[in-house]
Nanobody
Framework: QVQLVESGGGLVQAGGSLRLSCTVS????????VGWYRQAPGKQRELVAH???????VYADSVKGRFTISRDNVKKTVYLQMNSLKAEDTAVYYC?????WGKGTLVTVSS
């Protein structure tokens, strides 16, 4: 029943910005934690950021100060604003909600 639709990935030069979006349907969005994960080639999938129903956030140390997670409970959408991108941010980014994963969107940062 739960469906996640992601958008916003692409190719960007180091120092640039991207904003990822994930819209959730088929569930009550506002009461659950939602987050972003990423997986780079040859590496394990890792947490990027989480945001709770009441707005509490957690970030991976590698993205603190550069990325911002936010949510719109009316639109049932979570965003990841990525600034000051680095080559090491290159990965497939996945939206996660209520144990369901999105298909992922590729972010490529050229150095």
């Amino acid at each position: 029943q739960v469906q996640l639709v992601e958008s916003g990935g692409g190719l960007v030069q180091a120092g640039g910005s991207l904003r990822l979006s994930c819209t959730v349907s088929g569930s009550v969005f506002s009461i659950n934690t939602v987050g972003w994960y990423r997986q780079a080639p040859g590496k394990q999938r890792e947490l990027v950021a989480h945001i709770t129903s009441y707005g509490s956030t957690v970030y991976a140390d590698s993205v603190k100060g550069r990325f911002t997670i936010s949510r719109d409970n009316v639109k049932k959408t979570v965003y990841l604003q990525m600034n000051s991108l680095k080559a090491e941010d290159t990965a497939v980014y996945y939206c996660w909600f209520a144990s369901v994963w999105g298909k992922g969107t590729l972010v490529t940062v050229s150095s």
